[in-house]
């Protein structure tokens, strides 16, 4: 067991965050968490021994905006473990692109994961995960990298995903603010990338700024923030099918 790891996540809507720290909890005694969402200029460096990054997949890819942050690691030799979490449709080339990010850091990926929580979309869709299965496949997968880190296996982990990867969600389009929204101005602060401001008597949202990662939407106290209903629905149809569906986690060593 590790004394301290830290864990750099990106989590808009709670689902990325709670996956990682039930690994990191596997792992060692303190948990140091690390918010990628921030809107800060600068980036904590890590400094422990083995560092934990958990980020979101959207469109089969790692959010840009923690790409941004992670590229601004130095990683110095240091271990990592990667978490890629997904909403039970697929993660494509998340996985990959997070090691090469971490790898062209200097950090030694020495394991990663892709794991399955609730669609922050269509919340239906793998709803409750990361639920109790999960959490023991999860310690169980942290027991095995415990176990390699002592026996001092140096293994490169390989995962799925193909370079050049697929193209990165373009949408333009972002949430809006229903007429019960009390403009207190919460969902401006949190957005991670500054899309969105409180002008006179209306919140104005940048959609070509917007990454559509639904933080606004989760902290939002009223319910007042929701994304527009043609896209909403649209997601439920496309998604829908998946809700029957349990996608298993997938650990590579
Ligand atoms: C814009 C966007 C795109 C997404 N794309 C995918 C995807 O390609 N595949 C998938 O399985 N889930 C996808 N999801 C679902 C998220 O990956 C999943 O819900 C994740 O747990 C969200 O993390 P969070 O709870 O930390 O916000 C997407 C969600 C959003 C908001």
């Avoid at 890590?46 to 089969?60: I, K, M, R, S, T």
């Avoid at 990667?82 to 850091?105: F, M």
């Avoid at 990361?130 to 942290?142: G, R, S, W």
């Avoid at 176990?147 to 001092?152: D, I, L, M, P, V």
């Amino acid at each position: 067991m590790f004394h301290e790891t830290e864990l750099y996540y990106f989590s808009p809507t709670g689902g990325t965050k709670k996956a990682g720290e039930i690994f990191c909890r596997g792992i060692a005694k303190t948990v140091k968490f690390v918010n990628l969402g921030l809107r800060e200029k600068a980036i904590e460096q890590p400094d422990n021994e083995l560092v934990v990054v958990a980020a979101p997949v959207f469109g089969g890819r790692i959010p840009s905006v923690a790409a941004e942050k992670l590229n601004r690691l130095d990683g110095n030799g240091k271990k990592a473990v990667t978490l890629a979490v997904y909403g039970v449709r697929a993660y494509e080339d998340a996985l990959l692109e997070l090691n090469q990010i971490l790898e062209a850091r200097g950090f030694q990926v020495i394991a990663s994961a892709a794991l399955v929580a609730q669609h922050s979309i269509v919340p239906e869709v793998g709803q409750g995960r990361p639920d109790e299965q999960d959490e023991e496949a999860i310690l169980d997968f942290a027991k095995k990298v415990l176990n390699k880190e002592e026996k001092g296996e140096e293994d490169q982990v390989k995962v799925p995903g193909n370079y050049p990867y697929k193209n990165g969600m373009n949408m333009a389009v972002s949430p809006i603010s229903l007429p019960s929204c009390v403009q207190c101005g919460t969902c401006a602060s949190v957005c991670p990338v500054g899309a969105i401001r409180l002008e006179s008597d209306a919140v104005v949202t940048d959609v070509q700024a917007c990454i559509l990662c639904m933080t606004c939407t989760a902290v939002c106290k009223k319910r007042a923030r929701v994304l527009p209903s043609p896209l909403q629905e649209g997601m439920n149809q496309k998604l829908g099918a998946l809700k029957d569906i349990r996608r298993e986690n997938e650990f590579f060593l």
